[in-house]
């Protein structure tokens, strides 16, 4: 088994600027190891595909360069069908995306390409927790797949797709103020029940429904200010029906963390939550949106080895 790091890249994450800084990136681990092994992704799951197929072939630490999306890819790569390919298999991640929600809660954003370069090198491991979720696609066939970050239904779900279709060439805040400011234009609210290990925890309209293993998301935002990787806890933010100007108001108090005491926006903890509507309610996660509710979020506890 290797221990010497194999990457998976994905040169199209942050409008393509993963692609330009990774010569220097490249240069910086060579640097410290010698020639490297990697791969580039070529589209939608090949992370998955890349990830799997270096595990198979006996590398054992696996390092993701990109954005959430292309992290959560590496993170399925992990899985054939229910079962780790290697058990022992250590994931690292070098954020280099749009959102870089996930390297808040790791507390390395805004840190250089040599600062991360030597985190990943140099840094230590820790078995966090991570989620796994069944949902619908557009035909109704189930499907399922882990979370690192978050998911999240109702609102946040059409902020994501109007930002994965969009150049984002602004960069990560801009992008993602612009998609919810353009999503605000059609506003909707989802009537769903939430049902939190086994007991209703809400029946109604919702602006959205957000499950988090981390703390932020939607591009710095802070949705579970109380969320710990290694916890074993998922945490719910349930947001009531809000008007437009009412979700302006408070997106002050989402980026500080200092929401939880509004009385329109709910907040518990759980290890199962079920998202059930009447009605087509799409689902994000990890930033990517994946299909629709009814949904079944579910906590792996101390699950993958990550360096930190």
Not at 36 to 46: E, Q, S
Not at 274 to 296: C, F, H, Q, R, W
Request: proline share 3%; glycine share 12%.
């Amino acid at each position: 088994m290797s221990q010497v790091p194999y990457f998976i890249v994905n040169p199209h994450s942050a409008n393509g600027k993963t692609g330009k800084l990774w010569p220097e990136i490249k240069q910086l681990f060579e640097a410290k190891l010698g020639k490297i092994d990697f791969a580039l992704t070529k589209g939608t799951a090949h992370a998955t595909f890349l990830t799997g197929k270096a595990l198979y072939d006996g590398h054992e630490r696996i390092i993701a360069i990109g954005g959430d999306g292309t992290l959560n890819e590496v993170v399925n790569g992990f899985y054939a069908e229910d079962k780790k390919i290697s058990p022992n298999a250590i994931l690292g991640y070098l954020p280099s995306g749009t959102g870089e929600d996930f390297s808040q809660t790791l507390g390395i954003k805004g840190l250089s390409l040599a600062e991360r370069v030597n985190r990943l090198l140099d840094g230590g491991r820790k078995t966090v927790d991570i989620g796994v979720a069944t949902y619908r696609r557009e035909d109704g066939s189930l499907i399922t797949r882990r979370f690192i970050n978050e998911a999240s239904v109702g609102f946040t779900s059409i902020v994501a797709k109007k930002v994965n279709e969009s150049s984002k060439f602004l960069g990560s805040y801009p992008s993602y103020v612009l998609g919810i400011l353009r999503s605000l234009m059609k506003l909707e609210h989802s009537r769903v029940k939430v049902v939190v290990d086994g007991r209703e925890y809400f029946n109604g309209d919702t602006f959205m429904v957000n499950v988090s293993n981390g703390k932020y998301f939607g591009g710095s935002l802070k949705i579970a200010p109380q969320a710990e990787i290694d916890d074993g806890w998922l945490e719910i933010v349930v947001v009531e029906r809000m008007g437009r100007l009412e979700i302006i108001g408070n997106m002050a108090n989402v980026y500080k963390g200092t929401h939880l005491d509004n009385p329109k926006i709910r907040h518990t903890r759980g290890k199962e939550i079920v998202i059930t509507s009447s009605e087509n309610v799409y689902v994000e996660m990890d930033g990517e949106p994946v299909g629709l509710v009814g949904a079944k979020f579910r906590l792996l506890e101390k699950e993958l080895n990550f360096i930190l």
